[in-house]
């Protein structure tokens, strides 16, 4: 129990963090779409702890309600959406090029 009282708002801000600089790393060293997929997903999460942090009332004495949870709520539906249409495009490039190869999408440009 004493554990848990131990544990403030830098502490879930350092693992935001360290998610999110995973998650900008995997997406710039990773060659495939997949794993840049799953960089964005990481950011994102990273971002979803220090909203839900920020709104905790066991966390903070000060909140601001529930909002830090409606954000989270959004952030992860928007994640959702936004991983299915890159999926989709992704199995599109890859049912044309045979690969999901980042770097072979420069003909995407417009």
Same mark, same amino acid.
């Given at each position: 129990?004493?554990?848990?009282?131990?544990?403030?708002?830098?502490?879930?801000?350092?693992?935001?963090?360290?998610?999110?600089?995973?998650?900008?790393?995997?997406?710039?060293?990773?060659?495939?779409?997949?794993? %840049?997929?799953?960089?964005?997903?990481?950011?994102?999460?990273?971002?979803?702890?220090?909203? %839900?942090?920020?709104?905790?009332?066991?966390?903070?004495?000060?909140?601001?309600?529930? =909002?830090?949870?409606?954000?989270?709520?959004?952030?992860?539906?928007?994640?959702?959406?936004?991983?299915? %249409?890159?999926?989709?495009?992704?199995?599109?490039?890859?049912?044309?090029?045979?690969?999901? =190869?980042?770097?072979?999408?420069?003909?995407?440009?417009?």
């Amino acid at each position: 129990m004493d554990l848990l009282a131990q544990i403030t708002v830098s502490h879930y801000l350092a693992v935001g963090a360290v998610l999110f600089v995973t998650g900008v790393v995997c997406m710039a060293t990773k060659r495939n779409v997949i794993g %840049v997929l799953m960089g964005v997903e990481l950011v994102l999460n990273g971002a979803n702890i220090n909203f %839900v942090a920020f709104g905790s009332k066991y966390l903070r004495e000060e909140t601001i309600g529930l =909002d830090g949870q409606l954000i989270a709520l959004f952030v992860i539906v928007l994640a959702a959406a936004e991983a299915a %249409v890159a999926l989709a495009i992704a199995l599109n490039f890859y049912n044309n090029h045979a690969t999901i =190869d980042v770097d072979r999408a420069d003909e995407l440009k417009g």
